[in-house]
């Protein structure tokens, strides 16, 4: 991906010096990983929570919704680009400790 593809569809809101960052290491996606089939997902039989982002513009954000709904996840929806671990870390640790707290109950 290009630095202007990263600056303006896959972290648009990351500061540019991130940008920059993410265009200087990120690699190519192995293409077979779309390819693999899972035996067994573990959402069809664990409980599941599903990080949306509402301001994605590689994978819609109506998509992500519907398949958090698909596998009866509990949908956190936060207003990031692709990358909600980079532009909003605090919210999406939050989500995951929320995640491991109520599996353990």
Known sequence: M????ITNHFAQD???PETQLI??????IRGKNFEEKVSVAAWSSKPSWFVV???DRMIQPALQRANARQIS?????L???????L????EVAKAIIDAA?????
Do not use: D
Not at 2 to 5: I, K, P, R, S
Not at 23 to 28: F, K, N, S, Y
Not at 79 to 85: A, D, E, R, S
């Open 2 to 5: 290009t630095l202007e593809g």
């Open 73 to 77: 996840a509990k949908a956190i929806l």
């Open 87 to 90: 532009s909003k870390p605090t």
């Open 101 to 105: 707290t109520s599996a353990q109950k």
């Open 23 to 28: 265009a200087a290491t990120q690699g190519p």
């Open 14 to 16: 990351l500061p540019r």
């Open 53 to 55: 982002s509402e301001k």
């Open 79 to 85: 207003p990031t680009g692709h990358v909600p671990q």
